[in-house]
């Protein structure tokens, strides 16, 4: 059962009760809660349960109530929620995994069929095949231009049609088809809109997020950041490979062309004076390309020569 109570006693419970839920969680998912019955969102409740707590109502109720404990409790924080209170939407108070209690929310999705005058969320389409109507509903096929065709006795349609577009509102005739051929196209439940957590607010989206995306736009950031400290000539962290790499190209560069000397210019310079070191370093591995030829060589020709012998012996027994 209800609160029952004044206008002004409902608004002092519902704010003790959402100034204690923001008290008790830092994590709030947002959501969008149109088309949703009191029978499924009960379901949403106990499927949550402990770890989270619905609480629906009017948008000015809820931004007056965390006003109210912004200014007692002096965190500033939760009035990031306030811009996010628009339309029709409820607050998912909950302490467990974010991205666990979006998916809990999502399996409470129920089929609903398409209402006259209802904005469509998606594309409908009515696929092809036997209805099971009757031939005197050819008429109504044909008002909605749906090509139809009569077999044993009952209305078939030949191709599929794209019966209502998305962001269409529902019409009479739409609606009436729908329902002779029981298909109920649209679902609702209450969709993650936005995620608060401990002050900051982002999109779902990131909540699909995974260890590879993470790392991936880790590496792609630092790249920026040295990029960008290379060209302004800014040391930094990201950059400060860069920087000795090149500052010691810097200093070889100088040794090769002067007196100057150091060990690890020692060898360049060793062989800037006598390039045949290179070939002496790629002696052994063409030696053994060429070794390996070699033997590759003979084994083709052994097995050539058994080859030979067998038939020469097979040309022996035939004469013989």
């Known amino acids: 059962m209800g609160f029952k109570g004044t206008k002004a006693e409902k608004k002092v419970a519902y704010d003790k009760k959402l100034c ?16 949703v019955g009191s029978k499924q969102l009960q379901g949403i409740r106990k499927g949550l349960r402990p770890d989270s707590n619905v609480l629906m109502g009017k948008n000015t109720m809820m931004k007056r109530s965390i006003r109210i404990h912004a200014e007692k ?38 089929g609903a069929p398409a209402r006259v005058g209802l904005v469509a969320p998606i594309d409908v389409v009515v696929p092809p095949g036997n209805t099971g109507l009757d031939p ?31 962001g269409e509102k529902v019409g009479s005739s739409e609606a009436a088809l729908l329902a002779k051929l029981g298909i109920r ?24 997020l995974t260890e590879d995306d993470l790392s991936e736009k880790f590496a792609a950031g630092i790249s920026t950041v040295a990029a960008l400290s290379l060209g302004i000539s800014y040391p930094t962290l990201a950059a400060a490979p860069h920087f000795f790499v090149n500052a010691y190209k810097n200093v070889l560069a100088i040794a090769v062309e002067t ?13 800037l004076k006598d390039p045949s070191k290179f070939v002496v370093e790629a002696a052994p591995a063409a030696e053994t390309e060429s070794a390996s030829a070699a033997v590759e060589a003979v084994e083709k020709e052994e097995e050539k020569e058994k080859e030979e012998e067998s038939d020469d012996d097979m040309g022996f027994s035939l004469f013989d």
């Open 185 to 208: 196209p649209f679902s609702y439940g209450l969709i993650v809109q936005s995620v608060y957590d401990d002050g900051s607010t982002f999109a779902p989206d990131v909540l699909d």
């Open 136 to 166: 005197s509903q050819t008429s109504f096929f044909q008002v909605l231009n749906i090509p139809t065709k009569i077999n044993k006795g009952t209305v078939e349609i030949i191709a599929p049609v794209e019966l209502i577009h998305k």
């Open 73 to 110: 409790t002096g965190n500033d924080a939760y009035l990031n929620l306030l811009p996010l209170l628009v339309g029709n939407v409820g607050l998912i108070f909950t302490k467990g995994d974010l991205k666990e209690v979006r998916e809990e929310v999502a399996k409470y999705k129920v």
């Open 259 to 271: 007196e100057y000397s150091f060990p690890l210019a020692e060898k360049t310079k060793e062989y």
């Open 20 to 35: 204690q839920f923001l008290e008790e969680y830092t994590q709030v998912l947002v959501c969008a809660a149109d088309n």
